[in-house]
């Protein structure tokens, strides 16, 4: 006969609960300090995923937790018996680990979960590509429109402008993102 396993489930719910609640709670805060509720539906669903699993996972806690309470009858019974099996046990701890792993995480990496970093900020994406295209492919156009025209002291210039603007705009990015100093080029 299997040890009643029941417990160990009725802890797992429960930081699954907690920490899921919590996960949802901390998106609506940025989602809604960022103003993305409309412009950010990855985020919005994210955090809609949270907060049912934190629901659903409530509503476990509450049936594991009624008998032993006096109350709940039949569907906290189930609910002890359907924890006697291990893979279900199992699940719930990995999950309550997934959840308690989140939030280890974003205390070690403030600045990637820092407000709508956590979700692609698309103005600011938009913002970047446009800076890019006014400033790199504009200056390379000027390039090549001097060295056409065999104005080739004007086009060095012009190709020396853009590689400056390039490199000032990859350290204003890097440093932007909190990853000074960890862009590195990957062998192939």
């Known amino acids: 006969m299997l040890p009643d396993l029941w417990q160990a489930g009725l802890v797992a719910s429960a930081v699954i ?20 509720w409309s412009g950010n539906p ?15 996972h409530g509503v476990r806690t509450v049936q ?3 008998p032993v309470l006096g109350v709940g009858g039949l569907p906290g019974l ?14 719930d701890l990995l999950t309550a680990f997934a959840g308690l792993w989140y939030w280890t995480m974003r205390r070690r990496y403030p600045t990637l979960a820092r407000g ?14 446009l800076a890019v295209h006014d400033n790199i492919v504009q200056g390379l156009s000027r390039t090549k ?9 004007l086009g060095e210039e012009a190709l020396e402008e853009t590689l400056e603007e390039a490199k000032t705009m990859i350290t204003e990015l890097i440093d932007e ?6 862009l590195r080029r990957e062998d192939d």
């Not at 359907?82 to 279900?88: I, R, S």
């Not at 709508?116 to 590509?129: I, K, P, T, V, Y």
């Open 177 to 182: 993102e909190g990853t000074k100093g960890t």
């Open 145 to 153: 429109l001097a060295l056409e025209a065999e104005q080739d002291e």
């Open 42 to 56: 990855l985020g919005v669903a994210t955090m809609l995923i949270f907060l049912t699993c934190a629901g659903s």
């Open 78 to 91: 189930a609910s002890h018996v359907e924890y006697n099996w291990a893979h279900m046990v199992v699940l």
């Open 116 to 129: 709508a970093s956590l979700f692609e900020d698309l103005r600011s994406r938009n913002r970047q590509a």
């Open 17 to 36: 609960t907690v920490s899921f609640a919590a996960i949802a709670i901390r998106l609506v805060l940025d989602l809604t300090r960022t103003g993305q």
């Open 64 to 66: 594991l937790l009624a």
